[in-house]
């Protein structure tokens, strides 16, 4: 990754974002470039990559459009992290994204990202990998079940409005978002001691998982590789489908046939690829920041999308297309269909047997593990940083006295993901979260291009690979994906955008009641 020599302000142009710098002074700077790394890698690696290429599979129904979707996501995140990079370079602040869409485009859309962040997306995604933890302890402990319920409240009915439909889930606890609610409360209160301590259970584990998704990509091009399955979908099958995937309504030929299929597939590799950002919450806590955030960024999204690309050719080299779409593996006496999407379970599976399939869910409960880690450690960084400009509850800016992390932040995020976590089931949780992602992201972006102009003179340690091209084509395939997510899944989309414009009028309230002296 190449940088640029450093631009130095004039003497007389001071930074809007100087002003923020007094809450960076509390925190300590634990995080160096091995841990930065590990934290992008770790938050990145959860559950989706072990199980979304199930539903990826049925919605393109072609061995080509499955792999397409994970290049459009490897492609999208790479150049995101790339343009990211170039800001944290710029504003190496705790609370990351937030304080550049603070900086870049104003205080309420800062404050839209921090509101949507808390109530759906971070705490959305460390709730769906909770109950993916919980999905995989059942391989093991079959009482672990989304069906064996302790208390069952009620269930939504589905409720239609115009084209959505909302409802159509059942509320409760169950022996499986039990199991993602106890890791929840027990990695929140363990990141309370301080961000070393965190970073130390972050490295160990995403080396765990990184190891074994290693693992699993070299057994499967090498040791695994099944004759049906390399029949089935590579030998003059690999395209087949290819224009229109499950979706036959489509108008404006092959071209957009195809570019719509995959966009509606993006959903699950989009959310597996996810969370590469959170590392930029954190920043007021690494160490040489200006060098560090945009390196790790760059390492970290490079080296897991080549692995999440190389696990869906030994998908497709173990299991047939109809095997991946079904969790299923093939045995001599026909298929048998494993359960609840579990992928690359079914895969080591039909490589090793039982024996695989055990060790593939134990190295899939490590990776939630791990990657909740990542999660819950960085998203309070960013209510922490609101709060201290007024925007969030007073008391989530408290840190810990002997430990200097914030602590509140910590407990409050914890209770609304755990709330999350009897409210629905890990794809609900998935659909809800990535077009509000989406939506945040290409704001980001935007802010990067007015902060050029508006910002020329800003010390820039690092300036964005392929400005203003990549990041503007990042905008179009956001933009692209999104207006798809809202034709053909608006039971999910629509909520998510009602969400955020929800936090217009609170943005207002909150704004009208803060404290004199509270920047806002």
Not at 78 to 100: D, F, H, T, W
Not at 460 to 474: D, H, S
Request: glycine share 10%; charged share 10%; net charge positive.
């Amino acid at each position: 990754m190449s940088t640029e020599t450093r631009v130095q302000a004039p003497a007389n142009v001071a930074s809007d974002w100087d002003i923020h710098t007094h809450q960076d002074k509390e925190l300590v700077k634990g995080l160096g470039l091995t841990s930065a790394t590990m934290l992008v890698m770790g938050s990145m690696i959860g559950s989706g990559i072990f199980i979304v290429s199930a539903e990826i599979a049925r919605e393109v129904n072609s061995p080509a459009l499955l792999i397409g979707a994970w290049l459009v996501t490897g492609f999208m995140t790479i150049v995101g992290a790339l343009s990211y990079g170039e800001l944290a370079a710029m504003m190496p602040r705790a609370g990351g994204q937030y304080v550049y869409l603070r900086e870049g485009l104003g205080p309420l859309w800062g404050f839209l990202y921090g509101w949507t962040l808390f109530l759906v997306i971070q705490t959305g995604t460390i709730a769906a990998v909770g109950v993916a933890f919980g999905k995989f302890l059942g391989v093991f402990v079959p009482s672990v079940s989304s069906s064996n319920w302790i208390v069952h409240f009620w269930k939504v009915p589905p409720i239609h409005v115009g084209p959505m439909v909302l409802g159509n889930m059942d509320v409760g606890l169950n022996t499986q978002n039990l199991a993602a609610i106890v890791i929840v409360i027990a990695l929140s209160v363990i990141n309370i001691f301080g961000i070393k301590t965190g970073a130390f259970i972050q490295n160990i584990f995403t080396a765990a998982k990184v190891s074994a998704l290693l693992g699993l990509v070299l057994l499967g091009l090498f040791l695994g590789r099944n004759a049906q399955a390399l029949a089935a979908n590579f030998y003059g099958s690999f395209w087949r489908n290819a224009s229109l995937g499950t979706l036959h309504d489509i108008g404006g030929g092959v071209l957009v046939s195809t570019l719509t299929v995959l966009a509606v597939a993006q959903v699950g590799s989009l959310f597996s690829a996810d969370a590469w950002n959170n590392v930029t919450f954190t920043a007021g806590e690494v160490k040489n920041p200006n060098r560090n955030l945009p390196l790790s960024l760059a390492l970290g999204t490079g080296v897991v999308i080549a692995l999440y690309i190389g696990c869906n050719f030994v998908y497709l080299n173990v299991l047939p297309l109809d095997g991946i779409a079904n969790g299923a593996t093939i045995l001599e006496r026909g298929i048998k269909h494993a359960t609840e999407d579990r992928v690359a379970t079914a895969a080591l599976t039909q490589m090793f047997g039982a024996s695989g399939g055990l060790l593939m869910a134990a190295a899939i409960m490590l990776s939630g593990f791990g990657c909740n880690n990542g999660l819950i450690l960085a998203g309070a960084r960013v209510y922490y940083a609101m709060a201290k400009d007024g925007l969030f509850f007073r008391s989530v800016a408290r840190l810990h006295p002997t430990y200097k992390t914030p602590a509140v932040s910590l407990m409050v995020q914890m209770v609304w993901t755990c709330v999350l976590c009897v409210s629905g089931t890990y794809g609900q949780l998935l659909d809800y979260i990535i077009f509000a992602v989406l939506v945040f992201y290409i704001l980001t972006i935007v802010g990067l291009f007015v902060l050029r102009r508006t910002h020329a003179h800003a010390e820039r340690p690092y300036r964005a690979i392929g400005y203003p091209v990549l990041p503007a084509i990042y905008i179009v395939m956001a933009l692209f994906i999104d207006v798809v997510l809202l034709r053909y899944k608006p039971q999910y989309t629509w909520p998510g955008l009602c969400i955020v414009l929800l936090g217009i009028p609170v943005y207002f309230a909150w704004k009208t009641s803060a404290p004199r002296g509270v920047k806002s």
